[in-house]
């Protein structure tokens, strides 16, 4: 293999892992907060599509990506009202969310349905960009991919670094702790919650503005789902988010390029690769539950009914 195609099939494993590493930073946040969001694969498609919409319809781009953020993080929030307020199953909730995204984002995205349009503008560096292996590497990409990097980077400085990020993590560890020294639970949950969905609208973005530059349904193709893997599988630990965001991506883009190869795979077998790898990847994990109790939040996915 040439040094050509090895740089041309890198920058491609960057592109592919861009929308799990958008969407997987916001889970993490959320799930840091003690919340289990499903509905990421829902989010994603909302943002997907308003996204489009707003792109055709305003003939600028950045409208674009800003309405798919706020998409993303409203969507989000009739899910934090479900179980933050109303204190419905968190499981059960997330998953109604994926459903009902996915029927949402189909009606909307109607009028747009196969209209092309320009992809999001890429970044390139005078000088720089013609380096032999890193300017291609480092430049030349749109600007959610160096949004994706710099969000995930500030969130582990948050989550480590910083006073609100501790708060936040000891809300996820024990809200009735947290609770009880001050800290307003439900508030600092409905935060992380719109950020995770603010992420997940930027996630769908990149599919439907960089990746595939149209409006399709369901377009996402389960990639909400391998972002929630994604969490388990970095044992909630940021930079780990953030080497799985790629190795997941590598595995997404090997299907296109083993058949560029002619190496007789089955096609069915390719494209269905990513998600046979996810669950492996979950049952190695599974296989010892207690490293996960230890890693996990110790209140994901539990209610907190504040004391009267």
Not at 196 to 218: D, K, Q, R, V, Y
Request: one cysteine or more; a neutral charge.
């Amino acid at each position: 293999m040439s040094l050509t195609i090895t740089v041309s099939i890198l920058v491609s494993v960057i592109a592919a892992a861009t929308p799990l590493l958008l969407a997987a930073t916001g889970e993490l946040v959320t799930e840091k907060s003690g919340v289990l969001n499903l509905g990421v694969e829902g989010m994603m498609l909302m943002g997907a599509v308003t996204g489009v919409a707003a792109t055709l319809l305003t003939e600028n781009w950045f409208a674009g990506v800003v309405t798919a953020a706020v998409a993303g993080a409203a969507f989000s929030l009739i899910f934090g009202v479900l179980v933050l307020t109303l204190r419905a199953n968190q499981v059960a909730s997330g998953l109604a969310l994926t459903i009902f995204g996915t029927g949402l984002s189909a009606v909307i995205g109607t009028p747009f349905v196969g209209q092309p349009l320009a992809r999001l503008p890429v970044f390139d560096a005078p000088v720089l960009s013609d380096m032999p292996i890193l300017g291609p590497l480092l430049f030349g990409h749109d600007v959610l991919v160096y949004v994706s990097i710099g969000m995930l980077l500030a969130v582990a400085w948050f989550l480590n670094r910083s006073r609100l990020g501790l708060v936040l993590r000891a809300v996820g560890e024990s809200h009735d702790s947290a609770h009880a020294i001050g800290y307003q639970v439900i508030a600092i949950r409905y935060g992380a919650v719109a950020f995770g969905g603010m992420m997940a609208g930027l996630a769908g973005a990149h599919i439907s503005l960089a990746l595939t530059p149209f409006w399709a349904e369901n377009m996402t193709a389960g990639r909400g789902w391998i972002a929630l893997a994604l969490i388990v599988f970095a044992s909630w630990r940021p930079l780990r988010v953030l080497a799985g965001a790629y190795l997941f991506g590598a595995v997404t883009i090997a299907q296109l390029h083993v058949q560029g190869f002619g190496i007789p795979i089955p096609s069915q077998f390719l494209s269905a690769l990513p998600y046979l790898a996810t669950v492996i990847v979950l049952v190695i994990i599974s296989s010892n539950a207690a490293r996960v109790r230890l890693n996990a939040p110790a209140c994901i996915g539990k209610a907190f009914a504040p004391a009267a």
